[in-house]
């Protein structure tokens, strides 16, 4: 607990406000030791720091990072849902949203049924961008797509979706990985 409120002091320092990269590797590491600390001391509070840092952010660089710093984390259900946001935001740059999916993959293990909420809509937008799509696809296989009836539901349902679909490298992507 006193690296992670050590680390947090650090970054608040003005000469690492200046400086992207060590800012960025101090977000990596508070979000390394988030997770390697035992849940019963690392509060929520921790992690919504991290939110407020993307929230105040204008560099894509260091909204990237927040996220990885987040995506290591990887401890509360309910960063899903702030995360999620982040990918479903079709303002956001794609590098953004891409890390976002990138990041709610790695939440797989914590409520999947929660990250497939927002992965599954991405999937299914025929409208979004293929990379977007195909980084939802890559988070809802995350889970062995075989261990439930809900999870083979979900499947299929994506395979209709593909039968429809017009976008090849997509379709070629899905298949190849069935």
């Given at each position: 607990l006193e690296v992670i409120t050590i680390l947090?002091?650090?970054a608040e320092l003005p000469n690492v406000q200046q400086t992207l990269k060590l800012k960025n590797m101090i977000w990596l590491t508070y979000?390394?030791?988030?997770?390697?600390a035992s849940k019963t001391i690392v509060t929520r509070t921790m992690t919504e720091y991290l939110f407020r840092?993307?929230?105040q952010a204008v560099d894509t660089e260091e909204?990237?990072?927040?996220?990885?710093?987040?995506s290591n984390a990887n401890i509360f259900r309910e960063d899903i849902r702030l995360i999620g946001e982040i990918a479903t935001k079709s303002t956001e740059k794609l590098v953004v949203r891409s890390e976002a999916i990138k990041a709610l993959k790695m939440y797989v293990t914590v409520d999947f049924v929660e990250v497939r909420k927002f992965v599954l809509p991405i999937l299914l937008n025929s409208k979004e961008?293929?990379?977007l799509r195909m980084l939802a696809y890559d988070a809802i296989i995350a889970e062995n797509i075989e261990t439930?009836?809900?999870?083979?539901?979900v499947l299929t349902m994506v395979i209709e979706q593909l039968n429809i679909?017009?976008?090849e490298q997509l379709i070629s992507y899905v298949y190849s990985h069935l």
């Open positions: 947090k002091e650090i979000g390394t030791f988030l997770n390697r840092k993307f929230v909204k990237l990072f927040l996220i990885k710093a987040i961008d293929t990379e439930s009836s809900e999870n083979l539901a679909d017009t976008n």
